[in-house]
């Protein structure tokens, strides 16, 4: 599936927070969309999830513009996981991942259903909670359940808002690994907002980089995420390292 912005501007009253962003997402792509705090990365998200509405420009998906396109319709192409997410503590881990196969049952849950809900839940290493009520989670527990929810919905387009903000190590691994196979294997497109750059780095095929709701850069992670670039965005200076794991950036002093 290809996502295309074309000069989206988003503002909240008369705030502009994201202001002429443009690029392309082609199927199969993780995408890493970073920049500092405050620099529009979850209104970006957002606005490609119709949470918002732009002020002017366009998103279109296989060529469709989304805001012509019926919510159901939406519901089945885009899956979107949120920094801060509402539930219901009464509900269950299966009942609440079972939310995003909505957009497909129709009178009765069937046996096929139930089994992608599983799947969800072993990805995110929760299958064994699944009869767990959502208030008896902790944050990162729920962060991982509403991860599978996207995940069990199968839509041709995941956003993930600062997903591994509240897991530890192990976790934020595995999770980067499963957006990872989302595009390889189901040839899904992949938009995740991250801060940290070694995860942007090590598993997106494309960063985009914004800062002060515009558009800094865009490209493979190699070619953007530089000493100049991070310095320029972050006030930071950064080293690259080097072992038999693989190529990190080193913050090394403000």
């Excluded at 699944?130 to 956003?159: C, N, T, W």
């Amino acid at each position: 599936m290809e996502l295309v912005l074309d000069t989206i501007t988003t503002a909240y009253g008369n705030t502009v927070a994201v202001e002429d962003v443009s690029f392309t997402v082609l199927p199969g792509q993780v995408v890493a969309l970073i920049g500092p705090n405050g620099s529009g990365k979850s209104t970006l998200i957002k606005t490609i999830a119709t949470i918002l509405k732009p002020l002017r420009g366009s998103i279109t998906i296989d060529g469709l513009d989304i805001a012509r396109m019926h919510p159901i319709d939406l519901a089945s192409r885009i899956g979107y996981v949120p920094q801060q997410y509402t539930y219901t503590l009464y509900s269950t881990v299966m009942e609440t991942v079972l939310l995003g196969r909505r957009p497909y049952i129709k009178w009765s849950v069937s046996d096929e259903e139930l089994s992608r809900v599983q799947r969800a839940l072993e990805a995110v290493d929760m299958a064994g909670s699944a009869g767990r009520f959502m208030d008896q989670l902790s944050g990162g527990e729920r962060q991982k359940v509403f991860i599978a929810r996207a995940l069990a919905q199968e839509p041709a387009l995941y956003l993930f808002d600062e997903p591994t903000s509240a897991l530890d190590i192990r976790h934020q691994l595995g999770v980067m690994e499963t957006l990872r196979i989302l595009g390889t294997s189901r040839g899904a497109t992949v938009i995740v907002a991250l801060h940290d750059l070694n995860l942007a780095y090590r598993y997106a095929d494309r960063v985009v980089i914004m800062d002060q709701g515009r558009l800094v850069a865009a490209g493979k992670p190699q070619d953007v995420l530089t000493p100049d670039c991070i310095r320029s965005v972050y006030g930071v200076e950064t080293v690259f390292v080097t072992n038999e794991h693989g190529e990190f950036i080193l913050p090394v002093r403000g």
